[in-house]
């Protein structure tokens, strides 16, 4: 009964499958599945390197000088890939508006407020999320910076 019941799903499973086929309506393949544009992939690269560079810079890596070129390169690639991104999705006749400035701004300011209240690892310099008693990376206990006396 279990195997005849099983027989039977699949029967009508074949059987929605097929069905746009054989009433002439194929479905679009290229649409059923869309792969990340090389805008969206360049974007994710770029706050990526964002990220880093604004870590490096916390951590004292980077000085100030190189910090701002950095981020002002990083922050135009962004933003091109924004735009690049923005125009394939409105179909390139839109004009361009200012919501991927935004967009980066938001993004610039999450990983700002991550490391306002984060905690840097004295260790291994791992970034931690605000409130961390133990570094995630290396399990090191953390030093609480921010002054929170006990009232
Ligand atoms: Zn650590």
């Known amino acids: 009964m279990v195997i005849l019941g099983a027989l039977l799903l699949v029967g009508i499973a074949v059987f929605l499958i097929l069905q746009p086929v054989l009433s002439g309506k194929e479905a679009p393949l290229e649409s059923a599945e869309k792969d990340p544009s090389d805008a969206q992939f360049r974007k994710r690269v770029s706050l990526l390197q964002l990220r880093d560079a604004e870590y490096e810079y916390a951590m004292g890596k980077l000085n100030e000088e190189d910090y701002l ?4 390169a990083i922050s ?3 933003l091109a890939a924004i735009r690049e991104e923005e125009e394939e999705a409105s179909g ?3 004009a361009v508006d200012d919501s991927g400035d935004a967009e980066l701004e938001e993004e610039i ?4 407020a991550r490391l306002k209240g984060g905690v840097f690892c004295s260790e291994c310099g791992f970034p931690n999320g605000p409130g961390s008693r133990f570094c995630s990376e290396c399990g090191s ?11």
């Open 76 to 78: 135009a690639e962004a």
């Open 141 to 151: 206990p953390l030093q609480v910076s921010h002054p929170s006396v006990a009232s």
């Open 92 to 94: 390139g006749d839109e």
């Open 69 to 72: 070129i950095l981020r002002k």
């Open 109 to 112: 300011a999450k990983v700002r």
